[in-house]
């Protein structure tokens, strides 16, 4: 499967982005989002400049990022040990039946 060119607009700046196909959802998602933090940055008046409004933009998001990533950092070692649980109790209630 070969990658193909999608094509993305930020800031009125068109692009083409080699991507696979199953991932074009994806990044055109993820370029409607960069271009709209963009535009917002841009609106307070407080940056000028395509290049600084990106960084801004993407300081923005990798600051929510590592958020959501904190708080979920330890749901896998939940899961983990709610299934260890679960197993318990489906064990327990097998030796109940039994009797």
């Given at each position: 499967?070969?990658?193909?060119?999608?094509?993305?607009?930020?800031m009125?700046r068109?692009?083409?982005?080699?991507?696979?196909?199953?991932?074009?959802?994806?990044?055109?998602?993820?370029?409607?989002?960069?271009?709209?933090?963009?535009?917002?940055?841009?609106?307070?008046?407080?940056?000028?400049?395509?290049?600084?409004?990106?960084?801004?933009?993407?300081?923005?998001?990798?600051?929510?990022?590592l958020?959501?990533?904190?708080?979920?950092?330890?749901?896998?070692?939940?899961?983990?040990?709610?299934?260890?649980?679960?197993?318990?109790?489906?064990?327990?209630?097998?030796?109940?039946?039994?009797?």
């Open positions: 499967m070969s990658n193909k060119g999608v094509n993305i607009s930020i009125g068109d692009f083409s982005v080699a991507c696979p196909p199953h991932e074009q959802e994806d990044l055109l998602e993820a370029a409607r989002y960069l271009d709209s933090n963009m535009k917002d940055i841009q609106k307070t008046g407080k940056i000028i400049g395509a290049e600084r409004c990106a960084i801004m933009a993407a300081l923005n998001i990798t600051n929510d990022l958020k959501l990533q904190k708080s979920t950092a330890g749901q896998d070692q939940i899961n983990s040990r709610l299934e260890s649980l679960q197993s318990r109790i489906d064990e327990v209630l097998k030796d109940a039946e039994a009797y």
